[in-house]
């Protein structure tokens, strides 16, 4: 709850900062599709000692706990028998923050789950229609979003209705009906509708405002599902929308884009390769990464030739070396991930991995470190020079930080620092999810391959693990790594067999992943 708390509370700053909402609406809107429980809580009195942070906390949860009781009262009956007021052109046009309010009630009780009966729905809907001979925006918006929430639950030959009105928006002069209007019809239009609006929609895509050439990109791939064909006609304005300033924009031209030409592997590769460099060239960090993986997609196929592969792969590198985290992140992944790539190719996406282990922020931490202990699974020794940068990420606050970095050592490190890695890691082994356990133990199995006279420490870590609590992943994690390790390292039998023996013997899960093993210490117990 106090996870929604601080949520919701931004959610309604930045709803009341975009778009002129009453602060009440924001409310509804903010708990309707957070969906949060009709009943409230109390707050305790603060203490006098309570940290800054602790009352804002506080504050945000005092202030979604009134939104909830502000709506606790609402039932669907007040809200429809509210709704027939929508036919009184004067009360629509007189009282616009009451339409208001009785819109968002409506779109509260649909998020909450409550059904409308056929007639019911109709009731609404043709009433709900009414409210396009009012101006005001604010009632507008809500408007539109209603009947984009109930297009598909209504019947066709209603929602047609409402047809006209949106094509009417859609040449209007105010750039917020247009882009509101565009999104909602492209719900609702069949093929054989979409065909009449075709030209109306084209010149949106163009539109000097961003958010209208975004709302008419973004149409544009939710059509691409039934009518493909219509929207491959707007791939000249597509084109030029590619050429926009505004990085959303670029964005959605990119996409759409490559969505028209996917069948085309040749049309494709011609897109591709034309955005890598000159005045074509994309600036937009999002579509930027869009590329990269289009780009990434082209390098593993099979036939791709030689020269076409070098200029992705410079195209890679020089994203590596782009002012956007977001970027030179997504294009050191590409060639980590790319087929075959070796220990100079991966230098470039190593290097700029090594800067971000020391960044302030832990996602760009986290994601360096991840990154490089997938490196180290198949080139070791290409990340040894990070290891002095890892290390001090071992006394990091966040604990799947720590535990990625032990165990990138531990799969790069040298012989003589497993014990002082183990003693390390095991001092919060009890701290870590089960996911980062399994990857430890995974890291765990390599080192013994790597170093088979320091099996017997490993093991034995191993063992003392196996007498912790733990989940069933965990567990059979372990016991399949021991079970590996017996197979193909000679002298860890007798220690084996002991570490599963006392596992089988005890009351965890040994009854659920004992099975295999007592297979095994019949057989090798015998041999």
Known sequence: MMFRGVASSACLRSL????????????????????????????????????????????????????????????????????????????????????????????????????????????IFFGTTQLFQSQHPQMRRLMYLFIKEVAETTAADEVIIVTSSLQKDMVSSNDLLKANALRVLCKILDTAMLAQVDRSIKPLIVDRNPMVSSAALVSGHLLMADSPEIVKRWVGEVQEAMLSENAMVQYHALALLYRCRVHDRLAITKLVSGL???????????????????????????????ELSRAAYGFLESCVRHRDDMVIFEAARAIINLPDVGPQELEPAISQLQLFLSSGKPVLRFAAVRSLSKIAMKHPDAVTRCNDDMEAMISDSNRSIATLAITTLLK???????????????????????????VVIKAIRQLCMRYPRKSGILLQFMHNCLRDEGEFAYKQ??????????????????????????????????????GPVVGVVGAVGFV
């Open 16 to 123: 009341t900062r975009l778009g002129r909402i009453h602060r009440t609406d924001c409310k509804i809107l903010v708990l309707a599709f957070l969906r949060l429980p009709h009943t409230g809580r109390t707050i305790k009195k603060k203490h006098p000692q309570t940290t800054a942070m602790s009352r804002d906390k506080l504050k945000d949860d005092e202030e979604v706990d009134d939104f909830v009781q502000l709506f606790s009262d609402i039932t669907k009956s007040t809200v429809l028998q509210g709704c027939k007021k929508f036919n009184d052109l004067k009360f629509v046009k007189g009282k616009p923050n009451e339409v208001c309010s009785l819109l968002t009630q409506l779109l509260y009780l649909l998020a909450q789950g409550e059904t409308f009966n056929p007639s019911e729905m109709t009731d």
């Open 276 to 306: 890598w460099r000159g005045s074509k060239r994309v600036r937009s960090p999002m579509a930027l990464c869009q590329l990269i993986r289009y780009t990434s997609t082209i390098l593993k196929q099979s036939n791709t030739s030689e």
């Open 477 to 514: 994690a372990l016991v399949n790594t021991i079970l590996d390790l017996m197979d193909k390292l000679d002298g860890m039998k007798t220690a084996g067999l002991n570490a599963l023996g006392e596992f089988i013997e005890g009351e965890s899960l040994g009854h659920v992943v004992g």
């Open 412 to 438: 790069t490190g040298r012989e003589d620092s497993v014990e002082r890695l183990l003693k390390q890691i095991e001092s919060f082994m009890t701290e870590i999810g089960t996911s980062m356990k399994v």
